[in-house]
């Protein structure tokens, strides 16, 4: 890494992790410019699906020095949370840095041999180059490509096949006999506006999964029970676990055990998980809950889905699409559905296809995605930092803390191991990951209720006091109050030793380049 | 059942005095060089909701402890049956 002279910084995307780097960054005094190949910032708030928003309470989900307008309604609307992208934008100054419509075709060394890359982009058929002296990926683990599975039979379908993408109303669903594929926040969204105008409506899953209720109990939101230190002990331990975790996973295992059989049971009553559906089966899933709550399709649905499920408005079916026929189906259970739309809610896929094939190299090509140092950076890509490849419960605030991050050690307020160190973290990370938790094309980023634990680690780095409560019950509140975006204001403003009331000496300025 | 709050509040102390002092070294540990003794006092601060809350919830943290003790091997021999029945 060559740090000590970064002036211009290129950013690649404009949304939530883009639009946080900039302002982190150019708060730090860098010449920032973001390319964003849609026409308006945003990245997959600005052109969502019909009816989407955010899954989570508006609180979890904001920039942790920007809250959501006053009135803003629960469960944010995306229309309403690409406005306030957009208000923050303005607010910070980040406009003129915007390359609107402009995307990313390659991304290179520089050629001149000095530090940094290359951003080749294209307009309008127009192309440009400029160089870097750094370069931040900021295009999340939802780039563009929609996944869709290879079913044979397409061909033949008479009716429409969509990806989730492409439904950006009701229209395509109205008077329709609808099958939606998958179990994940967008099939399950799919299927309830299917169900509020389809004639008929199918949710076909190969597993079900365990639900993370809105309110537990009907009463409770659900981050009292899941984004506290208290639910973060009892998870699978890190991959540098503390001793009270370690300690608590070996002879207090019984413990952990009983706490998530409570939790599969309150969640069972709950969700009705033991509704029958079609062919005699339930929505119990097979995997434990602690560990299934790191797989692909963890969801907070909405209230009514279980409601329609039971009602019989939306038919589940535990299985998959063995073929297309000429008008439906044919599930791999046996059962055929006479259905003229196909819904696809089976997600996305990265796209990191403008990255150089040397750099494609060194990330590897495994099934689980690409893993990092710190979920930021490779050591043999010098100069190039991914945010935004982490996927957590909270991400906008997972991505503030990355900027900040990148902003303390581009600023030298502190220095990264050396190359081996950083390697041998990675392979730690990996093995660690591979162990236990569910494969899912991005593995290498997922990291959901150790979010935690990773930003304690990204504190720690840059010599904050992970410990964010305050008050006289802040030992109390650590343990059993959920952590939220507002605990890391002072932090993601870069104020946080101030608001500490430590003495603002830094530390002594470390040489990166000289500990690489 | 005294006995048991006794023995679960006497069990739960020594985790608490345990886990209080980590919470003590761990905060001490990320004190910056010019101004150590505010982390300190926050570690001893920690430590000791530590050690009170280990003591006041010990018996019912050991009453969870013996019940999953108990359900979890339950659980897994019950498993392995079931397993054992379905046909290949």
């Known amino acids: ?516 | 059942m005294v006995e048991f709050l006794w023995i679960g509040s006497a069990l739960g102390a020594v985790v608490g005095v345990l886990h209080g002092i980590y919470l003590y070294r761990q905060q001490s540990a990320s004190a910056p060089a010019n101004d150590p003794t505010r982390n300190r006092a926050v570690g001893l601060y920690y430590g000791l909701w530590a050690f009170v809350l280990w003591t006041l919830f010990g018996a019912y943290v050991l009453a969870f402890w013996i019940l999953g003790a108990v359900a979890w091997p339950i659980k897994r021999l019950v498993s392995r049956v079931v397993r054992s029945d379905r046909p290949v």
């Open chain 1, 1 to 516: 890494m060559e740090l000590r002279s970064i002036n211009r910084v290129g950013i690649i995307g404009a949304g939530v992790a883009g639009l946080a780097t900039a302002k982190t960054l150019r708060a730090a005094g860098y010449d920032c410019t973001i390319f964003e190949r849609a026409k308006r910032l945003g990245g997959v708030w600005a052109d969502g699906y019909s009816n989407f928003g955010v899954q989570v309470q508006k609180e979890l989900y904001q920039f942790p020095d920007w809250p959501l307008p006053a009135g803003t309604p629960n469960f944010t609307p995306g229309p309403i949370f690409q406005k306030y992208l957009e208000d923050y934008a303005d607010r910070f100054q980040i406009r003129s840095c915007l390359h609107i419509g402009e995307r990313v075709t390659a991304l290179m060394p520089r050629a001149d041999g000095a530090p940094g890359w290359t951003i080749s982009t294209e307009r309008d058929g127009a192309t440009q180059q400029a160089d870097f002296d750094l370069a931040v990926v900021a295009t999340g683990l939802y780039s563009n490509t929609p996944n869709l599975p290879n079913i044979p039979g397409q061909e033949i379908f008479q009716g429409d096949v969509l990806h989730i993408s492409q439904l950006k109303n009701r229209a395509p669903l109205t008077g329709k006999r609808v099958a939606v594929v998958g179990y994940g926040k967008s099939a399950t969204d799919a299927a309830l506006e299917a169900a509020a105008v389809a004639d008929e409506v199918h949710l076909i899953f190969r597993e079900a999964h365990w639900p993370v209720p809105r309110n537990l109990a009907g009463i409770l939101p659900f981050k009292w029970g899941m984004l506290s230190r208290m639910t973060g002990a009892l998870i699978t331990p890190y991959v540098h676990p503390s001793p009270v975790a370690r300690w608590l996973h070996s002879l207090g295992k019984p413990l952990v055990w009983i706490f998530w059989r409570v939790v599969e049971l309150l969640l069972y009553v709950q969700c009705g998980l033991g509704t029958k559906i079609a062919k005699g089966q339930n929505l119990v899933p097979s995997t434990l809950v602690h560990i299934d709550c790191f797989g692909e399709s963890t969801m907070v649905p909405r209230s009514e889905l279980y409601k329609s499920i039971r009602s019989g408005r939306i038919v589940a079916h535990r299985t998959e699409i063995a073929a297309f026929t000429r008008d439906g189906v044919n599930l791999r259970d046996g059962d055929s559905l006479a259905v003229n739309c196909v819904v696809f809610g089976t997600g996305w896929n990265c796209d990191y296809g403008f990255l150089s094939g040397e750099a494609s190299r060194i990330l590897g090509s495994d099934d689980d995605g690409f893993y990092l140092y710190r979920h930021i950076l490779h050591p043999d890509l010098p100069n190039l930092f991914f945010i935004g490849r982490a996927s957590t419960f909270l991400n906008i605030l997972t991505y503030c803390l990355q900027a900040r991050w990148l902003a303390e050690l581009i600023g030298a307020r502190f220095a990264l191991p050396g190359r081996d160190s950083m390697l041998a973290e990675i392979q730690q990370l990996k093995d660690w990951k591979r162990a236990w938790m569910p494969f899912s094309g991005a593995r290498g980023a997922r990291l959901l209720l150790h979010m935690l634990n990773y930003h304690d680690e990204l504190l720690r780095d840059f010599g904050a006091n992970p410990l964010r409560k305050r008050g006289a019950l802040a030992p109390l509140k650590e343990l059993f109050v959920p952590y939220q975006p507002d605990d890391y204001r002072a932090v993601v403003a870069g104020d946080w030793e101030a608001a500490e009331g430590r003495a603002l000496a830094k530390p002594a300025v470390a040489d990166v380049a000289a500990k690489d």
